[in-house]
């Protein structure tokens, strides 16, 4: 199993996860021109996909979702609830591409099973998913207030994590933003800032997880260096040093990380 954040962030979300059968797009936040160059810069071609994954109906996850479903004839999975949330948005997707992928669930692709789970943001029914590939478990997990005990027993012990790191509290506080939006985001179901991520780190990794990939930053609220030295200082305190037992890695809005095996 090897995968690539094409783009995360504020403007847009996407996640490629591939097997040796099987390939799937988690989200498409981006115009579908930008999504098909992304997969340029991975040397991957959109229309051997399985499909696409869809985690939420925000618009920084689901706006290329309904052209490229169109454009390649993909399949799209989402919660019935999502759907309904997001019909209007992607346009008109063919009957015979749209299924359900229920929460709690694990569907499986040949030797491939992806289980989603929920979490806990202000959309319809937003879930995220783990991947388990010939004994590998990759973890994606952004968008979510907190990082509950459910989370946390379903995500513990990956081979690799994509997880949201999104603000600086102080940052967030000080900025630009009303007060409305900074207390959405502070929220239960607002954004994981980089201290709440790093305890949920130390309390998830485990003997097998070798890489954390730091996903959805603020591009007004944080920045990829702090996110890393807060992240590495918040895990120092609970015993963990960063690059012993595992290695953080940067994510970008607009350039993916090379195609990593898990």
């Known amino acids: 199993m090897r995968f690539s954040v094409l783009a995360s962030g504020s403007t847009g979300n996407a996640v490629f996860v591939e097997t040796e059968e099987h390939s799937f797009l988690v989200d498409a936040g981006l115009s579908g021109k930008q999504m098909e160059?992304?997969?340029?810069?991975?040397?991957?071609?959109?229309?051997?996909?399985?499909?696409?994954?869809?985690?939420?109906?925000?618009?920084?996850?689901?706006?290329?979702?309904g052209i490229l479903a169109r454009k390649y004839k993909l399949p799209v999975y989402a919660n019935e609830k999502t759907w309904n949330a997001m019909d209007s948005l992607i346009g008109q997707v063919p009957v015979e591409q749209k299924f359900t992928f229920d929460m709690e669930s694990v569907k499986s692709f040949g030797s491939l099973d992806i289980e989603s789970f929920g979490v806990s943001h202000d959309a319809a029914d937003p879930m995220f998913y783990v991947f388990h590939h010939q004994g590998s478990k990759l973890v994606l997990i952004t968008d979510t207030g907190?990082?509950?005990?459910?989370?946390?027993?379903?995500?513990?012990?990956?081979?690799?994590?994509?997880?949201?790191?999104?603000?600086?509290?102080?940052?967030?506080?000080?900025?630009?933003?009303?007060?409305?939006?900074?207390?959405?985001?502070?929220?239960?179901?607002?954004?994981?800032?980089?201290?709440?991520?790093?305890?949920?780190?130390?309390?998830?990794?485990?003997?097998?997880?070798?890489?954390?990939?730091?996903?959805?930053?603020?591009?007004?609220?944080?920045?990829?260096?702090?996110?890393?030295?807060?992240?590495?200082?918040?895990?120092?305190?609970?015993?963990?040093?960063?690059?012993e037992q595992f290695d953080l890695y940067d994510t970008d809005p607009k350039t993916p990380t090379a195609l990593t095996a898990v």
């Open 37 to 65: 160059t992304l997969f340029q810069q991975i040397d991957r071609e959109m229309g051997k996909l399985s499909g696409i994954l869809v985690t939420h109906e925000h618009s920084d996850h689901i706006k290329g979702v």
């Open 146 to 243: 907190y990082v509950s005990d459910r989370m946390k027993g379903l995500i513990s012990n990956a081979d690799a994590y994509v997880f949201e790191s999104n603000h600086d509290v102080q940052m967030l506080r000080m900025g630009r933003y009303p007060w409305s939006i900074k207390r959405r985001i502070l929220s239960d179901v607002g954004h994981v800032s980089n201290e709440d991520a790093a305890i949920a780190m130390s309390e998830v990794a485990g003997d097998r997880t070798k890489r954390i990939y730091l996903a959805h930053l603020s591009q007004d609220n944080n920045m990829k260096d702090l996110a890393r030295m807060s992240v590495s200082q918040t895990l120092e305190s609970k015993g963990i040093i960063v690059g």
